[in-house]
Protein backbone atom coordinates (compact mmCIF):
# COMPACT_ATOMS: atom_id res chain seq x y z
CA UNK A 1 0.00 0.00 0.00
CA UNK A 2 1.42 3.19 -0.81
CA UNK A 3 1.68 6.02 1.32
CA UNK A 4 -0.90 8.11 0.03
CA UNK A 5 -3.44 5.22 -0.16
CA UNK A 6 -2.70 4.59 3.79
CA UNK A 7 -3.67 8.25 4.26
CA UNK A 8 -6.50 8.09 2.04
CA UNK A 9 -7.86 5.38 4.49
CA UNK A 10 -6.91 7.31 7.62
CA UNK A 11 -8.20 10.90 6.03
CA UNK A 12 -11.74 12.06 7.79
CA UNK A 13 -11.58 14.62 4.48
CA UNK A 14 -10.94 13.61 1.39
CA UNK A 15 -10.92 16.06 -1.42
CA UNK A 16 -9.60 15.03 -4.89
CA UNK A 17 -9.12 17.43 -8.03
CA UNK A 18 -11.94 20.29 -6.91
CA UNK A 19 -12.04 23.18 -9.75
CA UNK A 20 -14.47 26.21 -8.83
CA UNK A 21 -14.60 29.00 -11.45
CA UNK A 22 -16.25 32.36 -9.98
CA UNK A 23 -17.79 33.93 -13.08
CA UNK A 24 -14.46 33.81 -15.32
CA UNK A 25 -11.73 33.95 -12.76
CA UNK A 26 -10.94 30.28 -11.47
CA UNK A 27 -10.64 30.42 -7.77
CA UNK A 28 -9.56 26.79 -7.63
CA UNK A 29 -7.74 25.03 -9.80
CA UNK A 30 -7.63 21.46 -9.26
CA UNK A 31 -7.21 21.39 -5.58
CA UNK A 32 -6.80 17.96 -4.01
CA UNK A 33 -6.63 17.42 0.09
CA UNK A 34 -6.59 15.09 2.82
CA UNK A 35 -7.39 15.90 6.33
CA UNK A 36 -6.38 13.31 9.23
CA UNK A 37 -9.19 12.95 11.84
CA UNK A 38 -7.85 14.56 15.33
CA UNK A 39 -5.57 17.18 13.32
CA UNK A 40 -5.17 20.80 12.87
CA UNK A 41 -4.52 21.76 9.66
CA UNK A 42 -4.10 25.37 8.11
CA UNK A 43 -4.62 26.24 4.71
CA UNK A 44 -1.89 29.25 4.05
CA UNK A 45 -1.49 31.37 1.18
CA UNK A 46 -1.37 35.16 0.00
CA UNK A 47 -4.81 36.67 -0.17
CA UNK A 48 -6.73 35.21 -3.42
CA UNK A 49 -4.94 32.21 -3.22
CA UNK A 50 -8.12 30.47 -2.91
CA UNK A 51 -8.21 29.29 0.38
CA UNK A 52 -11.48 30.78 1.86
CA UNK A 53 -13.08 29.76 -1.88
CA UNK A 54 -11.45 25.87 -0.45
CA UNK A 55 -13.26 26.18 3.01
CA UNK A 56 -16.23 27.25 1.57
CA UNK A 57 -16.34 24.37 -0.64
CA UNK A 58 -15.74 22.08 2.24
CA UNK A 59 -18.70 23.95 4.01
CA UNK A 60 -21.02 23.36 0.98
CA UNK A 61 -21.47 27.25 0.85
CA UNK A 62 -19.85 26.92 -3.14
CA UNK A 63 -20.59 24.49 -5.73
CA UNK A 64 -16.88 23.24 -7.39
CA UNK A 65 -17.80 22.91 -10.95
CA UNK A 66 -16.05 19.88 -10.92
CA UNK A 67 -14.97 17.49 -8.08
CA UNK A 68 -13.37 14.06 -8.32
CA UNK A 69 -13.88 13.48 -5.00
CA UNK A 70 -15.19 14.97 -1.70
CA UNK A 71 -16.14 12.50 1.11
CA UNK A 72 -16.24 13.53 4.49
CA UNK A 73 -15.99 10.17 7.20
CA UNK A 74 -16.41 7.99 3.80
CA UNK A 75 -19.49 9.73 2.87
CA UNK A 76 -19.84 11.44 -0.16
CA UNK A 77 -20.63 15.00 0.20
CA UNK A 78 -20.60 16.23 -3.11
CA UNK A 79 -24.41 16.22 -3.70
CA UNK A 80 -25.23 17.06 -0.09
CA UNK A 81 -26.39 20.71 0.42
CA UNK A 82 -24.14 23.30 3.61
CA UNK A 83 -26.90 22.52 6.26
CA UNK A 84 -26.94 18.87 5.88
CA UNK A 85 -23.05 18.48 5.91
CA UNK A 86 -21.43 17.11 9.33
CA UNK A 87 -19.47 20.36 9.47
CA UNK A 88 -19.12 23.86 11.05
CA UNK A 89 -17.79 26.95 10.35
CA UNK A 90 -16.11 29.90 12.65
CA UNK A 91 -16.43 32.86 9.80
CA UNK A 92 -14.26 35.53 9.23
CA UNK A 93 -16.06 38.47 10.85
CA UNK A 94 -18.32 35.84 12.65
CA UNK A 95 -21.57 36.60 11.00
CA UNK A 96 -23.51 36.13 14.48
CA UNK A 97 -27.12 36.54 14.22
CA UNK A 98 -27.68 40.37 15.63
CA UNK A 99 -30.77 40.08 16.61
CA UNK A 100 -30.46 37.23 19.10
CA UNK A 101 -28.74 36.65 22.11
CA UNK A 102 -25.15 35.16 22.63
CA UNK A 103 -26.83 32.21 24.22
CA UNK A 104 -29.32 31.92 21.53
CA UNK A 105 -26.97 32.63 18.59
CA UNK A 106 -24.84 29.12 20.59
CA UNK A 107 -28.23 27.41 20.43
CA UNK A 108 -29.33 27.79 17.37
CA UNK A 109 -27.41 24.76 15.97
CA UNK A 110 -29.52 22.63 18.07
CA UNK A 111 -32.91 24.92 17.50
CA UNK A 112 -32.56 23.79 13.98
CA UNK A 113 -32.00 20.04 14.56
CA UNK A 114 -35.27 19.93 17.23
CA UNK A 115 -33.48 19.72 20.50
CA UNK A 116 -35.56 20.64 23.33
CA UNK A 117 -35.69 24.02 24.86
CA UNK A 118 -33.86 22.90 28.56
CA UNK A 119 -31.30 20.45 26.64
CA UNK A 120 -30.06 22.79 24.34
CA UNK A 121 -29.92 25.91 26.93
CA UNK A 122 -27.71 23.51 28.75
CA UNK A 123 -25.70 22.54 26.32
CA UNK A 124 -25.11 26.15 25.32
CA UNK A 125 -24.10 27.14 28.67
CA UNK A 126 -21.52 24.32 28.81
CA UNK A 127 -20.05 25.18 25.54
CA UNK A 128 -20.28 28.93 26.47
CA UNK A 129 -18.49 28.01 30.09
CA UNK A 130 -15.68 26.12 27.63
CA UNK A 131 -14.62 29.38 26.51
CA UNK A 132 -14.72 31.64 29.24
CA UNK A 133 -18.32 33.23 28.37
CA UNK A 134 -20.71 31.46 31.52
CA UNK A 135 -22.10 34.82 32.82
CA UNK A 136 -22.50 36.43 28.72
CA UNK A 137 -25.67 34.16 28.23
CA UNK A 138 -28.00 36.92 28.08
CA UNK A 139 -25.60 39.25 26.29
CA UNK A 140 -26.85 41.02 22.88
CA UNK A 141 -24.42 40.77 20.42
CA UNK A 142 -23.55 44.22 19.92
CA UNK A 143 -22.50 44.75 23.94
CA UNK A 144 -19.38 42.12 23.45
CA UNK A 145 -16.28 42.86 22.62
CA UNK A 146 -14.63 41.82 19.44
CA UNK A 147 -12.62 38.71 21.18
CA UNK A 148 -16.05 37.86 23.07
CA UNK A 149 -17.64 37.85 19.80
CA UNK A 150 -15.21 35.36 18.09
CA UNK A 151 -15.33 33.09 21.46
CA UNK A 152 -19.53 33.12 21.08
CA UNK A 153 -18.90 32.14 17.42
CA UNK A 154 -16.80 29.32 18.52
CA UNK A 155 -18.77 28.16 21.01
CA UNK A 156 -21.79 28.20 18.14
CA UNK A 157 -19.78 25.91 15.84
CA UNK A 158 -18.75 23.35 18.52
CA UNK A 159 -22.34 23.13 20.07
CA UNK A 160 -23.70 20.88 16.69
CA UNK A 161 -20.47 18.36 17.65
CA UNK A 162 -19.49 18.52 13.81
CA UNK A 163 -16.98 16.14 12.38
CA UNK A 164 -14.86 19.14 10.73
CA UNK A 165 -14.45 22.01 12.49
CA UNK A 166 -13.72 24.97 9.66
CA UNK A 167 -12.00 28.37 10.93
CA UNK A 168 -11.78 31.05 8.20
CA UNK A 169 -9.20 33.59 9.54
CA UNK A 170 -10.30 33.20 12.78
CA UNK A 171 -8.04 35.82 14.12
CA UNK A 172 -8.02 38.14 11.45
CA UNK A 173 -10.21 40.75 13.10
CA UNK A 174 -7.74 40.20 16.70
CA UNK A 175 -4.79 41.74 18.29
CA UNK A 176 -2.28 40.23 19.55
CA UNK A 177 -2.45 39.57 22.91
CA UNK A 178 -6.22 38.07 21.80
CA UNK A 179 -4.71 36.06 19.60
CA UNK A 180 -2.16 33.95 21.67
CA UNK A 181 -4.58 33.31 24.33
CA UNK A 182 -7.05 31.92 21.10
CA UNK A 183 -4.42 30.03 19.95
CA UNK A 184 -3.84 28.36 23.23
CA UNK A 185 -7.50 27.99 23.10
CA UNK A 186 -8.03 26.74 19.91
CA UNK A 187 -5.37 24.03 20.52
CA UNK A 188 -6.43 23.10 24.03
CA UNK A 189 -10.54 22.40 22.66
CA UNK A 190 -8.73 20.40 19.73
CA UNK A 191 -6.51 18.43 21.93
CA UNK A 192 -9.54 17.96 24.61
CA UNK A 193 -12.17 17.03 22.72
CA UNK A 194 -10.48 15.30 19.78
CA UNK A 195 -11.33 18.02 17.09
CA UNK A 196 -10.33 17.83 13.42
CA UNK A 197 -9.77 21.68 12.72
CA UNK A 198 -9.11 23.49 9.32
CA UNK A 199 -7.87 26.80 9.54
CA UNK A 200 -7.45 29.45 6.46
CA UNK A 201 -5.18 31.84 7.32
CA UNK A 202 -2.58 34.50 5.45
CA UNK A 203 -0.25 34.75 9.13
CA UNK A 204 2.76 32.62 8.66
CA UNK A 205 3.31 32.97 12.30
CA UNK A 206 -0.34 31.75 13.56
CA UNK A 207 0.26 28.83 10.95
CA UNK A 208 4.03 27.70 11.72
CA UNK A 209 2.61 27.97 15.89
CA UNK A 210 -0.31 26.04 15.60
CA UNK A 211 -0.70 23.75 12.84
CA UNK A 212 0.03 19.70 12.80
CA UNK A 213 0.24 20.44 8.92
CA UNK A 214 0.31 23.23 6.56
CA UNK A 215 -0.97 23.10 2.63
CA UNK A 216 0.22 26.41 1.16
CA UNK A 217 -1.47 27.61 -1.66
CA UNK A 218 -0.97 30.13 -4.48
CA UNK A 219 -3.21 31.24 -7.29
CA UNK A 220 -5.79 28.49 -6.89
CA UNK A 221 -3.10 25.30 -6.76
CA UNK A 222 -1.45 23.49 -3.60
CA UNK A 223 2.12 24.17 -3.75
CA UNK A 224 3.08 22.08 -0.64
CA UNK A 225 1.93 20.40 2.22
CA UNK A 226 3.81 19.75 4.92
CA UNK A 227 4.28 19.41 9.01
CA UNK A 228 5.48 23.19 9.78
CA UNK A 229 8.93 22.66 10.10
CA UNK A 230 8.95 20.87 6.33
CA UNK A 231 7.81 23.95 5.13
CA UNK A 232 10.12 26.22 6.50
CA UNK A 233 12.67 24.30 6.10
CA UNK A 234 12.49 23.19 3.06
CA UNK A 235 10.37 25.36 1.06
CA UNK A 236 9.27 23.55 -2.58
CA UNK A 237 9.18 26.41 -5.03
CA UNK A 238 10.79 30.00 -4.70
CA UNK A 239 7.27 30.83 -3.77
CA UNK A 240 6.77 28.88 -0.63
CA UNK A 241 10.18 30.33 -0.03
CA UNK A 242 9.73 33.50 -0.47
CA UNK A 243 6.14 33.49 1.11
CA UNK A 244 7.49 31.50 4.11
CA UNK A 245 10.64 33.35 4.67
CA UNK A 246 9.76 37.13 4.00
CA UNK A 247 11.53 40.00 1.71
CA UNK A 248 10.46 42.83 -0.18
CA UNK A 249 6.95 42.51 -1.27
CA UNK A 250 6.61 42.14 -5.31
CA UNK A 251 5.52 45.14 -7.62
CA UNK A 252 3.77 44.75 -11.14
CA UNK A 253 5.92 47.31 -13.12
CA UNK A 254 4.90 49.29 -15.43
CA UNK A 255 4.65 47.58 -19.37
CA UNK A 256 6.50 51.09 -20.72
CA UNK A 257 9.28 50.98 -18.37
CA UNK A 258 11.04 48.24 -19.87
CA UNK A 259 14.23 47.59 -17.79
CA UNK A 260 11.46 47.09 -14.93
CA UNK A 261 9.53 44.51 -16.52
CA UNK A 262 11.99 42.63 -18.23
CA UNK A 263 13.62 42.32 -14.97
CA UNK A 264 9.81 41.80 -13.55
CA UNK A 265 9.43 39.17 -16.11
CA UNK A 266 13.10 37.33 -15.00
CA UNK A 267 11.94 37.20 -11.84
CA UNK A 268 8.50 35.61 -12.16
CA UNK A 269 10.17 33.08 -13.68
CA UNK A 270 12.87 32.29 -11.04
CA UNK A 271 9.54 32.47 -8.50
CA UNK A 272 8.28 29.40 -10.65
CA UNK A 273 11.73 27.43 -10.12
CA UNK A 274 12.41 25.03 -7.85
CA UNK A 275 14.64 25.78 -5.07
CA UNK A 276 17.17 23.15 -5.15
CA UNK A 277 16.05 20.16 -6.55
CA UNK A 278 18.31 17.84 -3.89
CA UNK A 279 16.72 19.32 -0.72
CA UNK A 280 13.54 20.42 -2.04
CA UNK A 281 11.65 17.11 -1.05
CA UNK A 282 8.35 17.87 -2.63
CA UNK A 283 6.03 15.39 -3.97
CA UNK A 284 4.70 18.34 -5.97
CA UNK A 285 6.24 19.15 -9.66
CA UNK A 286 8.17 21.99 -8.93
CA UNK A 287 7.33 23.98 -11.85
CA UNK A 288 3.81 25.16 -11.30
CA UNK A 289 2.12 22.66 -13.39
CA UNK A 290 0.92 23.86 -16.70
CA UNK A 291 -1.24 20.82 -17.39
CA UNK A 292 -3.37 21.53 -14.00
CA UNK A 293 -5.39 23.51 -16.46
CA UNK A 294 -6.60 20.43 -18.44
CA UNK A 295 -7.55 18.85 -15.03
CA UNK A 296 -10.83 21.01 -14.95
CA UNK A 297 -11.92 20.06 -18.08
CA UNK A 298 -15.47 22.21 -17.87
CA UNK A 299 -14.09 25.65 -17.96
CA UNK A 300 -10.68 25.22 -20.52
CA UNK A 301 -12.41 27.33 -23.25
CA UNK A 302 -13.53 29.96 -20.77
CA UNK A 303 -10.25 30.03 -19.06
CA UNK A 304 -8.12 30.65 -22.02
CA UNK A 305 -9.95 33.60 -22.72
CA UNK A 306 -9.33 35.22 -19.50
CA UNK A 307 -5.52 33.71 -19.76
CA UNK A 308 -4.11 37.45 -19.21
CA UNK A 309 -6.26 38.07 -16.37
CA UNK A 310 -4.48 34.58 -14.85
CA UNK A 311 -0.90 35.33 -15.66
CA UNK A 312 -1.94 38.38 -13.53
CA UNK A 313 -2.68 36.83 -10.93
CA UNK A 314 0.06 34.45 -10.96
CA UNK A 315 2.54 37.88 -10.51
CA UNK A 316 1.24 39.39 -7.78
CA UNK A 317 2.68 36.77 -5.59
CA UNK A 318 5.03 37.59 -3.07
CA UNK A 319 2.65 39.82 -1.06
CA UNK A 320 2.93 37.67 2.39
CA UNK A 321 2.53 39.76 5.30
CA UNK A 322 -1.17 39.93 6.46
CA UNK A 323 -1.63 43.77 5.78
CA UNK A 324 -3.10 44.42 9.19
CA UNK B 1 -11.94 79.43 12.52
CA UNK B 2 -13.34 77.40 15.64
CA UNK B 3 -15.88 79.91 16.55
CA UNK B 4 -16.81 80.54 12.64
CA UNK B 5 -17.23 76.58 12.63
CA UNK B 6 -19.67 76.49 16.15
CA UNK B 7 -21.83 79.67 14.45
CA UNK B 8 -22.48 77.18 11.40
CA UNK B 9 -23.27 74.60 13.31
CA UNK B 10 -25.54 76.70 15.20
CA UNK B 11 -27.01 77.90 12.06
CA UNK B 12 -27.62 74.57 10.48
CA UNK B 13 -28.99 73.42 13.54
CA UNK B 14 -31.67 76.55 13.54
CA UNK B 15 -32.18 75.37 10.04
CA UNK B 16 -33.47 71.90 10.47
CA UNK B 17 -35.56 73.31 13.38
CA UNK B 18 -37.08 75.57 10.58
CA UNK B 19 -37.51 73.15 8.46
CA UNK B 20 -38.93 70.38 11.14
CA UNK B 21 -41.50 73.73 12.13
CA UNK B 22 -42.25 74.03 8.27
CA UNK B 23 -43.56 70.23 8.77
CA UNK B 24 -45.37 70.43 11.20
CA UNK B 25 -46.92 73.87 11.35
CA UNK B 26 -49.82 73.28 9.38
CA UNK B 27 -50.65 70.69 11.06
CA UNK B 28 -50.92 72.71 14.25
CA UNK B 29 -52.72 75.03 12.17
CA UNK B 30 -55.18 73.35 10.76
CA UNK B 31 -55.42 71.40 14.17
CA UNK B 32 -56.50 74.75 15.68
CA UNK B 33 -58.79 76.24 12.01
CA UNK B 34 -60.91 72.66 12.71
CA UNK B 35 -61.73 73.81 16.42
CA UNK B 36 -62.46 77.19 15.20
CA UNK B 37 -66.08 79.07 14.69
CA UNK B 38 -65.12 79.65 10.74
CA UNK B 39 -62.48 77.43 9.28
CA UNK B 40 -62.74 78.95 5.90
CA UNK B 41 -61.40 82.89 7.59
CA UNK B 42 -57.84 81.28 8.10
CA UNK B 43 -57.87 82.50 11.09
CA UNK B 44 -58.33 80.28 14.31
CA UNK B 45 -61.11 82.03 16.74
CA UNK B 46 -64.20 81.71 18.76
CA UNK B 47 -63.13 77.89 19.40
CA UNK B 48 -65.77 75.22 19.03
CA UNK B 49 -66.36 71.41 19.24
CA UNK B 50 -69.38 71.61 17.04
CA UNK B 51 -67.71 70.84 13.64
CA UNK B 52 -66.32 67.48 15.05
CA UNK B 53 -69.72 66.68 16.82
CA UNK B 54 -71.23 67.13 12.98
CA UNK B 55 -68.32 64.66 11.64
CA UNK B 56 -69.04 62.17 14.22
CA UNK B 57 -72.90 62.81 13.19
CA UNK B 58 -72.19 62.79 8.80
CA UNK B 59 -72.11 59.77 7.31
CA UNK B 60 -70.84 60.66 3.84
CA UNK B 61 -67.32 60.32 4.57
CA UNK B 62 -67.43 57.10 5.99
CA UNK B 63 -67.49 54.90 2.75
CA UNK B 64 -64.69 56.41 1.42
CA UNK B 65 -62.48 56.45 4.09
CA UNK B 66 -62.57 52.70 4.87
CA UNK B 67 -62.62 51.89 1.01
CA UNK B 68 -59.22 53.95 1.40
CA UNK B 69 -58.20 52.07 4.43
CA UNK B 70 -58.38 48.84 2.34
CA UNK B 71 -56.87 49.82 -0.92
CA UNK B 72 -54.22 51.34 1.22
CA UNK B 73 -54.05 48.21 3.03
CA UNK B 74 -53.98 45.95 -0.33
CA UNK B 75 -50.87 48.38 -1.94
CA UNK B 76 -48.61 48.21 1.00
CA UNK B 77 -48.93 43.97 1.26
CA UNK B 78 -48.10 44.30 -2.45
CA UNK B 79 -45.47 46.57 -2.15
CA UNK B 80 -43.84 44.50 0.52
CA UNK B 81 -44.35 41.11 -1.16
CA UNK B 82 -43.42 42.80 -4.50
CA UNK B 83 -40.18 44.56 -3.37
CA UNK B 84 -38.85 41.51 -1.14
CA UNK B 85 -37.94 39.59 -4.09
CA UNK B 86 -36.05 42.00 -5.76
CA UNK B 87 -34.42 43.39 -2.77
CA UNK B 88 -33.08 40.22 -1.92
CA UNK B 89 -31.41 39.30 -5.13
CA UNK B 90 -29.50 42.61 -5.72
CA UNK B 91 -27.10 42.39 -3.88
CA UNK B 92 -26.22 39.08 -5.38
CA UNK B 93 -26.40 40.40 -8.63
CA UNK B 94 -23.26 39.88 -10.88
CA UNK B 95 -23.75 42.26 -13.44
CA UNK B 96 -26.92 45.20 -14.26
CA UNK B 97 -27.09 46.18 -11.28
CA UNK B 98 -27.57 50.33 -12.09
CA UNK B 99 -29.17 48.99 -14.96
CA UNK B 100 -32.11 47.49 -13.26
CA UNK B 101 -32.55 50.03 -10.41
CA UNK B 102 -32.59 52.40 -12.98
CA UNK B 103 -35.14 50.51 -14.56
CA UNK B 104 -37.12 50.40 -11.62
CA UNK B 105 -36.97 54.01 -10.19
CA UNK B 106 -37.03 56.14 -13.37
CA UNK B 107 -40.76 55.90 -13.66
CA UNK B 108 -40.83 58.42 -10.38
CA UNK B 109 -39.56 60.74 -12.95
CA UNK B 110 -43.27 60.31 -14.71
CA UNK B 111 -46.02 62.97 -13.51
CA UNK B 112 -48.73 61.25 -11.44
CA UNK B 113 -51.42 63.39 -14.11
CA UNK B 114 -49.56 61.32 -16.53
CA UNK B 115 -49.44 58.32 -14.93
CA UNK B 116 -52.90 58.29 -13.88
CA UNK B 117 -53.70 59.05 -17.68
CA UNK B 118 -51.41 55.97 -18.98
CA UNK B 119 -53.10 53.63 -16.38
CA UNK B 120 -56.35 55.36 -17.66
CA UNK B 121 -56.06 55.16 -21.56
CA UNK B 122 -53.38 52.21 -21.71
CA UNK B 123 -54.67 49.63 -19.54
CA UNK B 124 -58.21 50.37 -19.99
CA UNK B 125 -58.31 50.14 -23.88
CA UNK B 126 -55.45 47.81 -24.18
CA UNK B 127 -56.12 44.88 -21.45
CA UNK B 128 -59.75 46.04 -20.72
CA UNK B 129 -59.21 46.66 -16.57
CA UNK B 130 -62.18 48.39 -15.59
CA UNK B 131 -61.81 51.56 -13.89
CA UNK B 132 -62.49 50.99 -9.81
CA UNK B 133 -61.32 49.92 -6.79
CA UNK B 134 -58.67 47.64 -8.54
CA UNK B 135 -57.59 50.06 -11.32
CA UNK B 136 -56.99 52.33 -7.75
CA UNK B 137 -54.67 49.37 -7.13
CA UNK B 138 -53.01 49.43 -9.84
CA UNK B 139 -52.24 52.72 -10.18
CA UNK B 140 -51.29 53.61 -6.38
CA UNK B 141 -48.95 50.10 -6.65
CA UNK B 142 -47.27 51.40 -9.51
CA UNK B 143 -46.67 54.34 -8.18
CA UNK B 144 -45.49 53.48 -4.62
CA UNK B 145 -43.42 50.84 -5.56
CA UNK B 146 -40.54 52.30 -6.40
CA UNK B 147 -40.54 53.91 -2.86
CA UNK B 148 -40.98 50.13 -1.17
CA UNK B 149 -38.25 48.81 -3.36
CA UNK B 150 -35.71 51.78 -2.01
CA UNK B 151 -36.59 51.30 1.83
CA UNK B 152 -35.85 47.25 0.99
CA UNK B 153 -33.21 47.57 -0.73
CA UNK B 154 -31.29 50.24 1.99
CA UNK B 155 -31.92 46.80 4.37
CA UNK B 156 -30.56 44.53 2.04
CA UNK B 157 -27.54 46.01 1.32
CA UNK B 158 -26.46 46.80 4.41
CA UNK B 159 -27.53 42.96 5.49
CA UNK B 160 -24.34 40.70 6.17
CA UNK B 161 -24.70 37.57 3.70
CA UNK B 162 -23.00 35.75 5.33
CA UNK B 163 -25.65 35.53 8.24
CA UNK B 164 -27.37 33.84 6.10
CA UNK B 165 -24.51 31.26 4.88
CA UNK B 166 -23.95 31.03 8.76
CA UNK B 167 -27.42 29.96 9.41
CA UNK B 168 -27.25 27.10 6.39
CA UNK B 169 -23.84 26.40 7.62
CA UNK B 170 -25.61 25.50 11.14
CA UNK B 171 -27.68 22.99 9.75
CA UNK B 172 -31.06 24.96 8.92
CA UNK B 173 -33.18 24.18 5.71
CA UNK B 174 -33.58 27.35 3.71
CA UNK B 175 -36.96 28.30 5.08
CA UNK B 176 -35.74 28.30 8.23
CA UNK B 177 -33.20 30.49 7.43
CA UNK B 178 -35.63 32.71 5.71
CA UNK B 179 -38.11 32.84 8.80
CA UNK B 180 -35.39 32.59 11.73
CA UNK B 181 -32.76 35.34 10.36
CA UNK B 182 -33.33 37.15 6.75
CA UNK B 183 -36.88 38.61 8.00
CA UNK B 184 -35.79 39.43 10.88
CA UNK B 185 -32.89 41.22 9.52
CA UNK B 186 -35.28 42.66 6.71
CA UNK B 187 -37.87 43.62 9.01
CA UNK B 188 -36.98 47.51 8.55
CA UNK B 189 -37.06 47.16 5.01
CA UNK B 190 -40.75 45.52 4.99
CA UNK B 191 -42.00 47.79 7.50
CA UNK B 192 -40.30 50.91 5.66
CA UNK B 193 -42.08 49.28 2.36
CA UNK B 194 -45.75 48.94 3.64
CA UNK B 195 -46.05 52.18 5.15
CA UNK B 196 -44.72 53.90 1.68
CA UNK B 197 -47.40 51.49 0.11
CA UNK B 198 -49.95 52.75 2.75
CA UNK B 199 -49.03 56.22 3.00
CA UNK B 200 -48.65 56.75 -0.80
CA UNK B 201 -51.97 55.03 -1.74
CA UNK B 202 -54.13 56.86 1.08
CA UNK B 203 -53.42 60.19 0.22
CA UNK B 204 -52.94 59.78 -3.34
CA UNK B 205 -54.88 62.23 -5.79
CA UNK B 206 -53.52 62.85 -9.01
CA UNK B 207 -53.70 59.54 -10.54
CA UNK B 208 -57.04 58.49 -8.29
CA UNK B 209 -58.98 61.16 -10.54
CA UNK B 210 -58.33 59.13 -13.52
CA UNK B 211 -58.21 55.83 -12.46
CA UNK B 212 -61.49 55.92 -9.52
CA UNK B 213 -64.06 55.26 -12.09
CA UNK B 214 -67.49 55.62 -9.80
CA UNK B 215 -65.31 54.91 -6.76
CA UNK B 216 -64.45 57.79 -4.37
CA UNK B 217 -61.48 57.70 -2.53
CA UNK B 218 -61.44 59.56 0.56
CA UNK B 219 -58.61 62.13 -0.88
CA UNK B 220 -61.17 62.11 -4.15
CA UNK B 221 -64.23 62.85 -1.44
CA UNK B 222 -62.27 65.69 0.21
CA UNK B 223 -61.34 67.15 -3.28
CA UNK B 224 -65.08 66.77 -4.26
CA UNK B 225 -66.01 68.54 -1.09
CA UNK B 226 -63.57 71.70 -1.15
CA UNK B 227 -64.23 72.39 -4.56
CA UNK B 228 -67.73 71.90 -4.42
CA UNK B 229 -67.63 74.14 -1.52
CA UNK B 230 -70.31 72.46 -0.04
CA UNK B 231 -71.87 72.49 3.63
CA UNK B 232 -69.74 69.67 4.36
CA UNK B 233 -66.47 71.47 4.24
CA UNK B 234 -65.78 72.74 7.48
CA UNK B 235 -65.91 68.76 8.62
CA UNK B 236 -63.11 68.32 6.10
CA UNK B 237 -60.70 70.23 8.74
CA UNK B 238 -61.58 68.08 11.37
CA UNK B 239 -61.20 64.97 9.55
CA UNK B 240 -58.13 65.80 7.85
CA UNK B 241 -56.47 66.95 11.55
CA UNK B 242 -57.34 63.60 12.73
CA UNK B 243 -55.98 61.63 9.92
CA UNK B 244 -52.98 63.33 10.38
CA UNK B 245 -52.53 63.08 13.99
CA UNK B 246 -53.56 59.52 13.23
CA UNK B 247 -50.90 59.09 10.76
CA UNK B 248 -48.50 60.65 13.33
CA UNK B 249 -49.00 58.61 15.66
CA UNK B 250 -48.90 55.07 13.77
CA UNK B 251 -45.27 56.48 12.08
CA UNK B 252 -44.39 56.95 16.06
CA UNK B 253 -45.15 53.71 17.45
CA UNK B 254 -43.33 51.88 14.46
CA UNK B 255 -40.55 54.12 14.72
CA UNK B 256 -39.89 52.84 18.40
CA UNK B 257 -41.05 49.57 17.31
CA UNK B 258 -37.97 49.32 14.92
CA UNK B 259 -35.85 50.93 17.17
CA UNK B 260 -36.56 48.09 20.20
CA UNK B 261 -35.92 45.39 16.71
CA UNK B 262 -32.70 46.63 15.74
CA UNK B 263 -31.02 48.35 18.60
Known amino acids: MTSAARLRDAALLHAKNICLAHGTVAALDGVSLDVRAGELLTILGPSGSGKTSLLRVLAGLETPQTADALTIDGADMRAVPAHLRPTATVFQHYALFPHLTAGANVEYGLRVRGVPRAARRAQAERALALLRLADKYDRRIDQLSGGERQRVAFARALVTRPLLLLLDEPMGALDERLRATLEADIRALQQSQGMTIVQVTHSRDEALSMSDRI ?15 DIFERPSTRFVAAFMGGGE ?69 PRHHAPD | MDAAFRAAARLLLAAGFGITALIYAPVAWLALLSVSADPLSGWPGGFTTSWYASLSASLGWRA ?102 AARDLGAPPLRV ?75 VLVVLLRRRTA
Not at chain 1, 272 to 282: L, S
Request: hydrophobic share 50%; glycine share 8%.
Open chain 2, 64 to 165: PMLRSLGIAGIVAILCVLAAVPPARAWPRMRRGRVSFAALILLPLGVPGIVLGLLVFTTWRVLFGVHMGAWSLVLSHFIWAYPFALISMLVVTLRTDPSLAE
Open chain 1, 215 to 229: VVMHAGRVVQTGAPE
Open chain 2, 178 to 252: LCDIELPALMPGIVGAGLFGFLLSFTELPRSIFTGGQVQTLPLYSFAQASAHSSQIKLIFCLNTLISLASLAAAA
Open chain 1, 249 to 317: PHRWPHRADRPAWRAHRLRRADLRRPVDRRTAAAPWPARLPRRARGSCPAWRGRLRRQSAGRRRAHAEL
